[in-house]
């Protein structure tokens, strides 16, 4: 199973911006669906975006319009691009793969003025 270590989150204010990577352990070109997911602590894991190959994309609820997901399969990588950022999308982030591979670390976000 491929293994995913996440990166680029940290400290915005409201209405900035973030890129998030997602690197895997193996090729990822051949996993058909990935996608990020986030959690507040005391909450269950969520599903943002969903990529399906390399041109399908969907997103749930406020990440649409402000959240694009896409992937580079030749550097085993998965981005979000987060922008328009709210204080409600605080929570650590995830990536995986669809079946799920084991969860990451995640990456912190925090949006706060």
């Known amino acids: 199973q491929v293994q995913f270590v996440e990166s680029g989150g940290g400290l915005v204010r409201p209405g900035g911006s973030l890129k998030l990577s997602c690197v895997g352990s193996?090729?990822?070109?051949?996993?058909?669906?990935m996608g990020w997911y986030r959690q507040v602590p005391g909450r269950h894991r969520e599903l943002v975006a969903l990529i399906y190959g390399t041109t399908q994309k969907t997103y749930e609820g406020s990440a649409e319009g402000r959240f694009t997901i896409d992937r580079d399969n030749s550097a085993n990588t998965l981005f979000l691009q987060m922008n328009q950022l709210e204080p409600e999308d605080t929570a650590v982030y995830y990536c995986n793969s669809v079946p799920y591979s084991p969860w990451g670390q995640g990456t912190p976000v925090t949006v706060s003025s």
């Open positions: 193996g090729d990822i070109s051949t996993i058909y669906t």
